[in-house]
């Protein structure tokens, strides 16, 4: 099935194969395929009416529900581009998205809002749509829709449509941008690869917000298939949801499939649960080689896909479910029309063969760029170091290639944190607690925590004596950043060590601070 030009024509190609089947549940809430069309070309002619021109943002403030994906479907259809935030993001997070992509309009809702701190002064001077109640001390107004939309154009196959916060090793969270096109394209592949047939049902469970959660609704509209959004909070939970939804497909991250074979192993899960699964499919880190073990002895009858993505190229490789048993840690290869590069990071020269250097990916999928990121654009995007003149990605991540052209992780580049599948900034968690009373310098690192990825920790100068001190950062943490970014241990220290350049001395403070816990 050849793939859709743009959203817009996605959605209407999904009505048509689809028809009244249901398409989309969140909740008890379910909307066929042709409902969804038609809720997307009206929201998206709402807002062109309200003064919407292509290229406005528009940011997507919203809790897992329809509206959440009805909002972020009409926003592309309607040229501009959708900016859909994580739903654990804090004020602080989310006021640095307003400042930075200066949205025509937030969309949101009176249960998102519940998240939030401070939302009326977060939100002040922005124009607000609301799709559910009025917002207590909000100046809101319903999320325009018109029904007579259905001379709607299509929007340019080129034209961005989607910006997805990504946060990379220094500094704040940056925009990525994608285009129709790419999304569309990524749509048709994974959904080729996994052989996604209309009797399918993915349950759904990773944010929109997130490149390869996204990718997930786009596919089952590519394929006409079914769909599960649900937020995901422990093993019980996930036993209560394949019990009750039956889905054949269920993506994950490496720490939710840890939970997996945790709850297989102790009970919480039954190997009965996953009956109706046909695939699995793992990105955003190595699945642990014990885990993998646990799946199929359990599931012996589900396909394990590995996947490997980064934001800034949507899609990059997977490894067929065949050759999982013979390399659990492998990534795979290629997705049809990219190419995986590596790269000596000290030369710059393309390796062949068997080999370690940087992942660069090239090809189909690259991203449109960084948004107003012109530095950290040029540091990423480049040129293809083979000449071709085409602008490809360096990952930051150091890759090991196989005889048979497999690829494994083996360590990040630059300074970049994962936890749980999300990529973090140290500096946005150092930028959390900088300048509050009685802290000094402050340094952020990551050791290694298992299946969930990195630990992060938190370093400051200060007084070891306060004893308020560490509690109070630890309060501040919690109330600034969103869960996933929450250090997993803190430490006050006297003062920092530096080395000969002045520095903060990374190396050196490792060894003072004791060996990092589950809890801060």
């Known amino acids: 099935m050849a793939?859709?030009?743009?959203?817009?024509?996605?959605?209407?190609?999904?009505?048509?194969?689809?028809?009244?089947d249901p398409f989309l549940q969140v909740g008890d809430r379910v909307r066929s395929a042709r409902q969804i069309a038609a809720e997307v070309a009206a929201v998206a002619a709402g807002l062109v009416a309200a003064g919407l021109q292509p290229g406005d943002r528009v940011v997507v403030l919203l809790p897992r529900c329809v509206d959440e994906v009805v909002v972020l479907l009409a926003v592309a259809a309607a040229a501009g581009v959708a900016v859909p935030l994580h739903g654990k993001l804090k004020d602080a997070q989310v006021a640095h998205v307003l400042g930075d992509c200066e949205p025509f309009a937030v969309v949101t809702s009176a249960?998102?809002?519940?998240?939030?701190?401070?939302?009326?002064?977060?939100?002040?001077?922005?124009?607000?749509?609301?799709?559910?109640?009025?917002?207590?001390?909000?100046?809101?107004?319903?999320?325009?829709?018109?029904?007579?939309?259905?001379?709607?154009?299509?929007?340019?196959?080129?034209?961005?449509?989607?910006?997805?916060?990504?946060?990379?090793?220094?500094?704040?969270?940056?925009?990525?941008?994608?285009?129709?096109?790419?999304?569309?394209?990524?749509?048709?592949?994974?959904?080729?690869?996994?052989?996604?047939?209309?009797?399918?049902?993915?349950?759904?469970?990773?944010?929109?917000?997130?490149?390869?959660?996204?990718?997930?609704?786009?596919?089952?509209?590519?394929?006409?298939?079914?769909?599960?959004?649900?937020?995901?909070?422990?093993?019980g939970e996930l036993a209560t949801l394949l019990r009750t939804h039956r889905p054949t497909g269920l993506a994950g991250v490496p720490s939710l499939w840890h939970e997996v074979a945790a709850g297989l192993a102790l009970g919480t899960l039954q190997p009965d649960d996953g009956a109706s699964l046909r695939y699995v499919t793992?990105?955003?880190?190595?699945?642990?080689?014990?885990?993998?073990?646990?799946?199929?002895?359990?599931?012996?009858?589900?396909?394990?896909?590995?996947?490997?993505?980064?934001t800034e190229a949507f899609r990059?490789?997977?490894?067929?479910?065949?050759?999982?048993?013979?390399?659990p840690e492998s990534f795979g290869r290629a997705l049809?029309?990219?190419?995986?590069?590596?790269?000596?990071?000290?030369?710059?020269?393309v390796l062949h063969g068997e080999a370690t250097g940087e992942l660069v990916h090239a090809g189909a999928l690259v991203a449109l760029g960084y948004w107003r990121r012109p530095e950290a654009q040029a540091q990423r995007f480049r040129p293809d170091p083979r000449g071709t003149g085409a602008t490809v990605v360096f990952s930051g991540d150091l890759v090991r290639r196989d005889a048979a052209g497999r690829h494994y992780f083996v360590a990040r580049a630059d300074r970049l944190l994962k936890v749980a599948g999300h990529r973090i900034s140290p500096d946005e968690v150092a930028a959390a607690v900088a300048g509050q009373p009685g802290v000094g310098e402050v340094a952020v690192f990551g050791v290694p925590g298992g299946p969930d990825g990195h630990r992060v920790v938190l370093c400051v100068?200060?007084?070891?004596?306060?004893?308020?001190?560490?509690?109070?950062?630890?309060?501040?943490?919690?109330?600034?950043?969103?869960?996933?970014?929450?250090?997993?241990?803190?430490?006050?220290?006297?003062?920092?060590?530096?080395?000969s350049n002045g520095k903060v001395d990374e190396n050196v403070l490792r060894t003072l601070v004791p060996p990092c816990t589950d809890a801060p």
């Open 3 to 20: 793939a859709s030009a743009d959203l817009l024509s996605l959605c209407r190609a999904a009505a048509e194969r689809g028809g009244d």
């Open 111 to 235: 249960v998102r809002l519940l998240g939030l701190s401070d939302p009326r002064v977060l939100l002040a001077g922005h124009r607000v749509f609301r799709v559910d109640a009025e917002l207590r001390g909000l100046d809101a107004t319903p999320l325009p829709r018109l029904q007579s939309a259905a001379t709607l154009p299509a929007p340019p196959t080129s034209a961005p449509a989607v910006m997805l916060y990504t946060s990379g090793s220094t500094g704040l969270a940056k925009g990525i941008v994608q285009d129709h096109r790419n999304l569309c394209l990524g749509a048709a592949i994974v959904a080729g690869y996994l052989g996604l047939q209309r009797t399918d049902h993915i349950l759904a469970l990773l944010p929109t917000s997130f490149d390869y959660g996204l990718n997930q609704v786009l596919s089952a509209l590519h394929a006409g298939c079914r769909v599960t959004a649900a937020d995901h909070l422990g093993s």
């Open 282 to 310: 793992n990105s955003g880190g190595a699945l642990r080689v014990a885990d993998a073990a646990v799946l199929r002895r359990q599931w012996p009858h589900v396909q394990v896909f590995a996947m490997y993505g980064l």
């Open 316 to 327: 990059s490789a997977f490894l067929p479910p065949d050759e999982f048993d013979q390399a």
């Open 336 to 349: 049809p029309g990219v190419e995986l590069l590596l790269v000596d990071p000290a030369t710059g020269a």
């Open 461 to 499: 100068a200060g007084d070891p004596h306060d004893a308020t001190l560490r509690e109070r950062l630890v309060r501040r943490c919690r109330a600034r950043l969103p869960s996933y970014m929450q250090p997993a241990a803190v430490h006050v220290l006297p003062a920092l060590p530096h080395n």
